[in-house]
C-alpha cells in the first residue's frame, strides 16, 4: 500500500466518467464532495496487499492516526488513487481494503469521507504548507519486500 497524505485546507471532488467497467455504485449526492481542514490520504492499494489485506487495513489506519496527531487534523479524505505504484491489488480487493480503512477510522473517532472508486475525478486541494503538510508512507504485510 503506497499513501500520499497532504494535510489541507480543503479537499473537493466531482466525479466525472468510470474509469473501471464496474465502477462501486454510487447516489446523485456522492458524485461531488469536499471537507475542509482535512488529512487527505491518497491511496493505491498494491497486489502484496492480497496476501494479508486485514493487517494492512490495521497498519495504514496506524500510520494515519499517527500523522493526524502530528498535524491535529480530526477530518480524514480517503482518497482511491492509482497513480503511487505500479503493483496495484485487483480492484475488488482494493475497494475492501478503503471501505474496511474509512470504517477503521470512524471507530477511532474521525470524521471521514471516501471518494467513489473507479472513477475519473476532477479534485481541489489547498495544501496548507507547512513541514507535516507532505508526506508519503509505504505499508507492506510481513514477511514481504518493500520493492
Ligand atoms: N489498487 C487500487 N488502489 C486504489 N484505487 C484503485 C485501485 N484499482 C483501481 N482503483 C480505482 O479505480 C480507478 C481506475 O484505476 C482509480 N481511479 C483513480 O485513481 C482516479 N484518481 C482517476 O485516475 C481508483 O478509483
Given at each position: 500500500m503506497r499513501m500520499l497524505l497532504i494535510h489541507s485546507d480543503y479537499l473537493e471532488y466531482e466525479v466525472k466518467d468510470?474509469?473501471?467497467?464496474?465502477p462501486e455504485p454510487i447516489s446523485e449526492e456522492q458524485k461531488k464532495g469536499r471537507l475542509e481542514e482535512v488529512l487527505a490520504v491518497f491511496m493505491s492499494v498494491e497486489k502484496a496487499d492480497e496476501t494479508n489485506p486485514e493487517e494492512v487495513v490495521e497498519k495504514a489506519v496506524a500510520e494515519i492516526k499517527d500523522v493526524a496527531s502530528q498535524v491535529k487534523a480530526d477530518r480524514i479524505f480517503v482518497y482511491p488513487f492509482a497513480?503511487?505504484?505500479?503493483e496495484l491489488a485487483k480492484p475488488d480487493v482494493a475497494l475492501k481494503v478503503l471501505q474496511r480503512i474509512e470504517e477503521r477510522l470512524r471507530e477511532e473517532g474521525f470524521e471521514v469521507k471516501r471518494a467513489p472508486f473507479g472513477y475519473y475525478k476532477a479534485f481541489r486541494l489547498s495544501c496548507?504548507?507547512?513541514?507535516?503538510a507532505e508526506l508519503s508512507r509505504t505499508i507492506v504485510p510481513s514477511g514481504e519486500a518493500v520493492s
Open positions: 468510470k474509469a473501471l467497467k464496474s497513480h503511487l505504484s505500479s496548507k504548507g507547512h513541514p507535516l
